[in-house]
């Protein structure tokens, strides 16, 4: 795995420097001269140094970002396999979710509310206090004394995952172009399913000695993470308030006032108690309370009530409009422009949908390899690793659909979500079978569905919501632990249900209803059942695991209906103008200079080509936008293209691209 990533970054690195963003040639120019920052083609001094300057730099913010990244990722599924012996320590197996729904819960609605930290107080601010916050829940969770407190630290574990998380790609998108964000978000996609697929494994071996050490190993790593993240602090982007550096002769205390009275705290409490209250709503309902108890349908309706409250107030907070006169300084968390296109709906639910598969399989796969197959924490962690190559498969295809052939994001997409869907219906069947080989190639192709579907989807609000990129990557990112979140409390409740009263075998009934007891309580005590009460939990088990992926289905499948409405982005070769290349018609000077860097020195004998004179005079766009960035069409991408629409809507965009002041992109 660690090859491959050095692999893509040095690729990467070669292809972005022959592959030129804006080149700046004069008329009779030749495209056979040699080119700027390419290994060792010309002998300028200066170009070598930037070369390597930029490579270190690369590889330098992959390091400081990733121990608090990859911990976020480990923190969520290193108890998979644990689950059984931690809710076994508590005598409560029968609550088994509820560590997970904990963390999912709060790693769902606090990620919009960072995005608008990120963007207030900076991204450096905004990540520190995140791995500060998943190091005291990690402790917590390591020191736990009592269910409550371990739920605790798992809940303030999601705030931080959800901070880690959500500002960790919303730094890899910073001033940079498509091409450069495929690359980065790979790699990142990578070591994020990496994390996913080696906590389980992690996790039942520290639970051979004791599961408390799982959460001990991901203090320490976010431990590691403060540091590496303030060895970032200034090549970050900063905030519109700076706390450490204030402007206009302000005090910390007053920049810091400032910067929370911008804040959205309305919409912060909505959304937060509205998401909360659903989740809640669908965890009770079927398993801890029936549907239509005044618990379960009090949650559902308060938590939809607020929802919509949140959108309603959000559109009146927009300039010119009723709230905004009132609250002047209050920006919104989640602007209403973004909230009526159709494309960023389609992408969150296509995240629902992503979430819910990914979920499920380190869950109810977990479950299914100890609770049926009666293996250990660390054997069924072994098991989820099969789960890796198809994850793999997926992210390398959609690196090879976005960034070369067909250099696009939708049929990276629309086909992930074939490859989901198919692979949930089918491992409902193969956990059925109890067939261990069926189940785990069904798991190589739900993850090679699921991994093709991560990147594109950054890629694809990237290119058509640059000017809103923190709230629409917020939107994305709550959405696939949201999808998650929900699917697991639907399968919990269905699988609850399933598993029934088990009581065959025993030798009378008081005896089973004991027996019965007993097993919810801990799973350890199944082994200590009679043999034939034994088979008929295991059986009953594999039957409940087969409807509890049956019935997240339909949300998979929805997403893949719903991917056939996409628009489409194209990703262009272009890079930044910090990777720009400039051919050139000639060698160095005398003094060892190539033709860009003799322009700043007065000695050098070598003349300045005239498209860089008029790049200089002109003031050319310092980010090196091109034209080619913008393409991209938010109309039903497979309508146009059976229309034979799509080269005039491509052209279209160019040219509104062309026009446009405000951002890097536009759409259709």
């Not at 269910?147 to 001033?175: E, F, K, S, Y």
């Not at 990496?194 to 992690?202: A, R, T």
């Not at 403060?226 to 910390?252: A, E």
Request: neutral net charge.
């Amino acid at each position: 795995m660690i090859k491959y990533v050095y692999q893509q970054v040095r690729k990467h690195t070669q292809t972005s420097q022959q592959s030129s963003p804006q080149r700046l040639t004069t008329p009779n120019s030749e495209r056979s001269g040699w080119i700027l920052g390419s290994p060792p083609r010309g002998n300028c001094t200066t170009c070598a140094a930037e070369s390597r300057a930029a490579y270190l730099k690369s590889w330098g913010f992959l390091l400081g970002l990733l121990p608090a990244y990859f911990v976020a990722s480990l923190e969520l599924t290193i108890v998979a396999t644990a689950l059984p012996e931690i809710a076994s320590h508590f005598n409560k197996f029968d609550q088994l979710n509820w560590p997970v729904t904990a963390f999912t819960l709060t790693s769902t609605a606090f990620i919009p509310v960072f995005g608008q930290l990120a963007d207030t107080f900076g991204r450096h601010a905004s990540l520190q206090s995140a791995a500060v916050i998943s190091l005291i829940g990690s402790i917590m969770c390591a020191a736990a004394p009592s269910w409550p407190v371990l739920l605790l630290g798992r809940a303030l574990q999601g705030i931080g995952a959800a901070g880690i998380d959500n500002v960790t790609m919303i730094i890899l998108a910073d001033q940079a172009s498509l091409k450069e964000q495929a690359v980065n978000m790979s790699i990142f996609q990578l070591l994020n399913g990496f994390g996913y697929s080696v906590g389980p494994v992690i996790g039942g071996n520290l639970t051979k000695a004791d599961w408390r050490y799982c959460f001990a190993l991901c203090a320490a790593i976010v431990f590691l993470s403060l540091f590496t993240i303030f060895s970032l602090r200034g090549q970050l982007k900063p905030g519109k308030i700076s706390v450490l550096h204030p402007s206009n002769g302000q005090s910390r205390t007053k920049a810091l006032v400032q910067g929370l009275s911008t804040l959205d705290y309305v919409g912060m409490f909505m959304f937060m108690a509205g998401v909360c209250l659903l989740i809640m709503g669908t965890t009770w309902g079927g398993a801890t309370f029936p549907w239509d108890s005044a618990a379960v349908v009090s949650c559902l309706v308060v938590g939809g009530v607020l929802i919509t409250l949140f959108v309603l107030f959000e559109y009146l907070l927009e300039p010119g409009r009723i709230l905004s006169r009132l609250f002047p300084r209050t920006i919104p968390m989640i602007p209403a422009s973004l909230l009526h296109r159709k494309d960023i709906g389609i992408i969150c639910f296509i995240a629902v949908g992503a979430g819910a598969a990914f979920y499920s399989i380190f869950y109810f796969v977990g479950i299914f390899f100890t609770l049926v197959e009666a293996r250990t924490a660390s054997e069924a962690g072994t098991k989820l690793l099969y789960y890796i190559p198809g994850l793999g498969i997926g992210v390398y295809a959609a690196i090879r659909c976005c960034n070369y052939w067909p250099g696009q994001t939708f049929w990276a997409l629309f086909m992930g979500t074939i490859f989901q869907t198919a692979g949930i219906a089918a491992l409902g069947a193969a956990v059925n079978l109890r067939d261990e080989t069926f189940v785990a190639v069904m798991m190589a192709l739900t993850g090679a569905g699921t991994g093709a579907i991560f990147m594109p989807s950054n890629l694809h609000l990237a290119g058509m919501f640059r000017e809103h990129l923190a709230p629409a990557y917020s939107l994305m990112r709550f959405s696939l632990p949201f999808g998650g979140t929900i699917a697991l409390a639907i399968m919990n409740s269905v699988f609850q249900n399933r598993l029934g009263d088990i009581s065959g075998g025993t030798s009378g009934a008081n005896n089973a209803g004991a027996a019965n007891s007993q097993w919810r309580d801990s799973i350890d005590a199944i082994v200590s059942l009679p043999e034939a009460l034994q088979g008929a939990i295991r059986s009953q088990a594999s039957t409940a695991v087969m409807w509890a992926f049956i019935s997240i289905v339909p949300i998979v499948a929805l997403a893949t209906v719903m991917a056939a409405f996409l628009g489409n982005v194209w990703i262009p070769a272009e890079t930044t103008s910090s990777n720009a290349i400039v051919e050139h018609t000639g060698g160095t000077d005398e003094n060892g200079y190539c033709e860009k860097h003799a322009a700043s020195n007065i000695g050098s004998s070598v003349a300045v080509p005239e498209a860089i004179e008029m790049s200089q005079m002109n003031g050319a766009d310092s980010k090196g936008t091109s034209t080619e960035a913008g393409r991209c069409i938010s109309s039903i991408y497979l309508l146009e293209l059976v229309r034979g629409r799509v080269k005039d809507l491509k052209s279209t965009s160019v040219r509104e691209v062309g026009e446009a002041s405000g951002g890097l992109y536009s759409t259709v």
